[in-house]
Each structure stands twice: as structure tokens, then as C-alpha cells.
């Protein structure tokens, strides 16, 4: 069992930046990837992120490629999702997950989720 916090939305402005963490509890948070999804106000959950559960590798959806930067700590048993250059189109609940398997872009792969933290990108 894994439960997960999320942590470190807010309200930015268009080109601006936010770090989000997720803290794990849990022995085995070092064994599973971990992703970050997020969803808009009447869209559904999309992929954003994944890393692996050594950290080596990590996995973007185009839209935020070259912007946002999985990391993970497991002595701490936190993930990390840096993001900069944010635009309005970024502003959703965005949620982490951890799960094992693949696809890595599919809710489905994912057993375990946090509440969401919200992030407002105004323009």
C-alpha cells in the first residue's frame, strides 16, 4: 500500500515556474515508477510525466517536453515535477501515481494516486 501527497501548486504567471513534490508513504516506494497526470476543468486525466524506479528513466508528454523535469528522491521517498516556462494551457489538478507496468501514459497502469494539488497559470 502506497499513499501519496502531493504539494506545491499555486497561482504563477504565464512563464513562471513551480516545483510540485509528492511524498510517498510506504517501504516500497522505491520499487515502482512514479507519474504525474494532470486534468482540466472538463477534460479527462492526462499523462504528463514518469520515472522510473531507479530514476533513469524518464518519460514527457510533448506538451510539456523541454519544460518540465521528473526527479525522484527515495532516501525521502519523494517525486519531483519541476516546471518552467509555464503557460496558461499548463493550469489543471495535477495529480501523482505510482504503479508498475506499461503503458506509461494509461491511468489504468497506475494503482496508487494522491488528491491532486491545484496549479493556476494566469496570462
Known amino acids: 500500500q502506497v499513499q501519496l501527497v502531493e504539494s506545491g501548486g499555486g497561482l504563477v504567471q504565464a512563464g513562471g515556474s513551480l516545483r510540485l513534490s509528492c511524498a510517498a508513504s510506504?517501504?516500497?516506494?522505491?520499487?515502482?515508477?512514479m507519474g504525474w497526470f494532470r486534468q482540466a476543468p472538463g477534460k479527462e486525466r492526462e499523462f504528463v510525466s514518469r520515472?522510473?524506479?531507479?530514476?533513469?528513466?524518464?518519460y514527457y508528454a510533448d506538451s510539456v517536453k523541454g519544460r518540465f523535469t521528473i526527479s525522484r528522491d527515495n532516501a525521502k521517498n519523494t517525486v519531483y515535477l519541476q516546471m518552467n516556462s509555464l503557460k496558461p494551457e499548463d493550469t489543471a489538478v495535477y495529480y501523482c501515481?505510482?504503479?508498475?507496468?506499461?503503458?506509461?501514459?494509461?491511468?489504468?497502469?497506475?494503482?496508487?494516486w494522491g488528491q491532486g494539488t491545484q496549479v493556476t497559470v494566469s496570462s
Open positions: 510506504g517501504r516500497t516506494f522505491s520499487t515502482y515508477a
Open positions: 520515472i522510473s524506479w531507479s530514476g533513469g528513466n524518464t
Open positions: 501515481a505510482a504503479g508498475t507496468g506499461w503503458p506509461v501514459s494509461a491511468t489504468t497502469t497506475y494503482a496508487y
